[in-house]
């Protein structure tokens, strides 16, 4: 069964740039789940949604984080404009039914130049 | 304020050679407590979910363990291919999706 899928892997972009990232959740699952993860702060929770409607954005850093969840499919996390302080790994997670066990994806490695 | 600290922060073994990773947290009314495998580049992968104390879970080499106020990844007769960052989450009954990360523990295991 194919996990949780990211893209992309890698992401390279300049100060000021938008970046998207996207997420396609295991088929079945219901939650869905954004992740920071550096050296200094570890693994933080950014934002989840429960049937594709958000939950919590309290973990979302600022304006400039915005996430969304058009189908059971598919999310993005959209970061405008970047900031060389938002490089980090991103992770989405995704479980299924509401205090279940969660399953990461590989993650996306984002660089701001 | 839920917490989760995870010790030592790395920890490095000969092939064999048997440890303990700790994992204490402070969190009212604690639902779970999870442990996840993460290697260089990848995501967390999961690896035991424990929900009361007393209660015990075992994966080949690996074995844990919870008290009311701790957690404990036994890992016996180690080899390279255990090595990783082992991460210990916290799920607490309120907001119980929002999981609490420790640090980890980096552990190494030479051949």
């Known amino acids: 069964d194919a996990g949780v899928i990211q893209s992309p892997r890698h992401e390279v972009t300049e100060m000021g740039q938008e970046v998207t990232l996207r997420c396609k959740p295991i088929?079945?699952?219901?939650?869905l789940f954004w992740y920071r993860q550096t050296m200094m702060r570890g693994l933080e929770l950014l934002i989840y949604f429960n049937n594709n409607v958000p939950i919590d954005d309290s973990g979302m850093p600022e304006d400039r984080f915005s996430a969304k969840m058009p189908n059971a499919s598919f999310s993005t996390l959209k970061i405008q404009p970047s900031e060389p302080r938002d490089s980090a790994v991103y992770f989405c997670a995704s479980s299924m039914g509401y205090q279940e066990t969660q399953y990461f994806g590989p993650g996306t490695r984002l660089l701001v130049l | 304020e839920d917490q989760v600290t995870q010790s030592p922060e790395a920890l490095r073994l000969q092939e064999g050679e048997s440890s303990s990773l700790n994992c204490s947290y402070t969190?009212?009314?604690?639902?779970?407590l999870f442990w996840y495998r993460q290697d260089p580049g990848k995501g967390p992968e999961f690896l035991f979910t424990?929900?009361?104390a007393g209660e015990e879970k075992e994966k080949e080499r690996l074995k844990a363990t919870l008290t009311k106020k701790e957690s404990f990844l036994h890992i016996t007769a180690p080899k390279p291919e255990d090595s990783a960052t082992y991460l210990c989450?916290?799920?607490?009954?309120?907001?119980?999706?929002?999981?609490?990360f420790g640090q980890g523990t980096r552990l190494t295991i030479n051949p």
């Open positions: 989450a916290v799920q607490p009954p309120q907001g119980a999706q929002k999981l609490v």
């Open positions: 424990l929900y009361s």
């Open positions: 088929s079945g699952h219901n939650s």
């Open positions: 969190v009212s009314g604690l639902r779970g």
